[in-house]
């Protein structure tokens, strides 16, 4: 679960040297200097977070700093997307990625 959880965070940290994945990410066209520096940076965060949560899986003295990372994370992405309306498109797809890397997490919280 922890691998898996990791995969799901990495796979946005690839358009850190390939910017036009944000278009098929985010559908944003990060055509700005300014979105690019901003869009990249969250993609080595994710990217951090993905790796934590793999290296958890091999020590497991990493479970609890990656599980924490992965939860704020997550829940201050699905606090800022609601309070902005829940827009349709691609960012609901990332929301509803987060919900079920939420399940993910709290199942491996459960089972140690």
Do not use: Q
Request: glycine share 6%; charged share 15%.
């Amino acid at each position: 679960m922890l691998i898996a959880l990791g995969v799901l965070n990495l796979i946005p940290a690839v358009a850190v040297v390939r910017p036009s994945m944000f278009e098929r990410l985010y559908a944003v066209r990060a055509d700005t200097p300014e979105l690019r520096i901003v869009l990249r940076h969250r993609a080595v965060l994710l990217g951090c977070i993905g790796a934590a949560l793999i290296a958890a899986a091999i020590e497991r003295t990493w479970l609890w700093p990656a599980v924490i990372f992965a939860v704020v994370s997550k829940v201050v992405f699905l606090a800022v997307y609601a309070l902005e309306g829940r827009p349709v498109g691609p960012l609901r797809r990332v929301a509803l990625a987060d919900v079920v890397a939420l399940v993910g997490v709290t199942l491996v919280i459960v089972s140690r």
